[in-house]
């Protein structure tokens, strides 16, 4: 039935009609005006269509820009598999954890402001978390784990890099997620009760010594919050999505625009049968609590311009967010080789020699290492539903994929399909 009705809502991958995208934000151009192969880029749009048609995903919204000009743009399956409505390129995504870059990009303003430096304690921001204790063992058998002070208290550079110590609860079955999972600090009704809740818990490991997905980009939002005397939300749009034309993102969608808010979906991986999921409680209303780590909504064409912003050194049509430099502190690695060699991972994103993690966001240091061919500095991150985006400097390459599957044992590694389909495609990288 999705092969059916992907057929008729099919776009060209080579956009050519330059009104198009003037409407969408960036101009277009051909593929081979900008160092692809027409014919090779259709690889890309071939493989992820072939995804759809196998019913991995509803639909699938994958765009490529190069040198600030959108080369690709292919919408692809359905919004909803019931209501037979096909995907549409202002479709409105929930993107989880790629809400993170967005949240590093307004710490990274006050990083600039001078309000903050990585070598502080994280306490020196947020007092509650002067006594933060480290997990020391036992907690096994209803017995209560045992803890002392750490060896040194935790960061703001370890903060943003997950290396701090936090974790997240659901990801793991220690005796410190447990914790975690009993006293839900993420289901807090405000950011100031989640810092009372985190400031209770002990640190699942050593601050510097493992790298933990974890809480610590909520925790970022907080102090944004703190530091500018803003409400996230407030600040997102007023300090990101205004400047830069992203009129699509929040962390509600209005009531007007649910018709555009696509489907999440499950699998069923029994009967290979995608399973639809609620919308979120509250969907229409800024939550009290406005995850700065996985809290938002937008469309592709709002996460390119926020993306090619970065790609541009901090700068999109004038408006300018953050330097060149410190676009280049956030997207550097600042994981140490012990972390690097540490098996430490989430999901597609394995931490490993060669792929370290910025300021929210992950990076290719040596890609040729992991077996890529993606541009030096190449760096990136996802969501829980499966939206990917990555950003290769070398190649001055953007790339944004849009779908809406919850991350499920069996994902189909888009991530690195894309990026290879892509590079395939640059057959001029000097044009």
Known sequence: MVARLCCAIVLACALMAPALGQTRG??????????FSAERLTRLTREMHRLVDDREFAGMLTMVARHGKLVSVDTYGAQDIAA??????????RIYSMTKPITGVAMMMLYE????????????????????????????????????????????????THTAGFTY?????????????????LAAPTLKEFIARMAQLPLAYEPGEQWVYSVSVDIQGYIVEKLSGQSLPD??????????????????????????????????????TLRPQPNDPGVNTVPGLASGGGGLYTTADDYLRFAQMLLNGGELNGKRLLAPSTVALMRANHLSTRVLNGGFGIGLQRI???????????????????????????FLWDGAAGTWFWVDPTNDIVFIGMIQRMATTGLPNVQNLSRALVQQALINPAQ
């Open 169 to 185: 609860g659901f990801f793991g079955a220690s005796p410190v997620d447990k914790l975690y999972q009993t006293d839900n600090p």
């Open 26 to 35: 960036l101009p277009t151009a051909s593929p081979e005006s900008v160092g």
């Open 84 to 93: 037979k409505t096909p995907l549409q390129r202002d479709a409105i995504f």
């Open 235 to 272: 600040f997102m749009r007023t300090r990101i999505f205004e400047p830069l034309g992203m009129t699509d993102t929040g962390f509600a969608v209005p009531a007007a625009k649910m018709s555009r808010l696509a489907t999440v979906y499950a699998m069923d991986t029994q009967s290979h």
């Open 352 to 378: 490993r020699p060669g792929f370290g993690f910025g300021y929210d966001v992950a990076v290719f240091d040596d890609p040729h290492a992991t077996g890529s061919t993606t541009g030096n500095g190449t």
């Open 113 to 160: 402001e001078g309000k903050w430096h990585p070598d502080d304690p994280i306490a020196k921001h947020i007092p509650e978390f002067a006594n933060l204790k480290v997990y020391a063992g036992g907690g096994s058998e209803g017995a209560a784990p045992a803890s002392k002070a750490p060896n040194h208290p935790p960061t703001m550079g370890e903060l943003m």
